[in-house]
Nanobody, 116 residues
Framework: QVQFVQSGGGLGQPGGSLSLSCAAS?????????GGWYRQAPGKQRELIAT???????NYTDSTKGRFAISRDNAKNTISLQMNSLKPEDTAVYFC?????????WGQGTQVTVSS
């Protein structure tokens, strides 16, 4: 069974940067799947914030466009999220997801807290 291990995140300052990565345990696994990052703030529903297609095309929500960047490295079997110009409202648990062909995989979640 494939597992996805998230890393990165933690505490960041307003205006600062943090990064997240999601690595699949099986080599050459992620290339066939669409990738995405979600987040869930306390008391709120989980929301999709960025996606990346198998060909590398990206999409963002208005709340993250211009500040966050999703990327994939199929050779390293990872999906990443670079977060810049952080705001306190970016505080949430962040989840990676890969899906396609009837499959759906989630990372375990990583806390990101933006505070001075």
């Amino acid at each position: 069974q494939v597992q996805f291990v998230q890393s990165g995140g933690g505490l960041g300052q307003p205006g600062g940067s943090l990064s997240l990565s999601c690595a699949a345990s099986r080599p050459s696994f992620i290339s066939r799947y669409t990738g995405g990052w979600y987040r869930q703030a306390p008391g709120k529903q989980r929301e999709l914030i960025a996606t990346i297609s198998t060909r590398g095309s990206t999409n963002y929500t208005d709340s993250t466009k211009g500040r966050f960047a999703i990327s994939r490295d199929n050779a390293k079997n990872t999906i990443s999220l670079q977060m810049n110009s952080l705001k306190p409202e970016d505080t949430a648990v962040y989840f990676c997801r890969l899906w396609g062909f009837g499959d759906d995989y989630w990372g375990q979640g990583t806390q990101v807290t933006v505070s001075s």
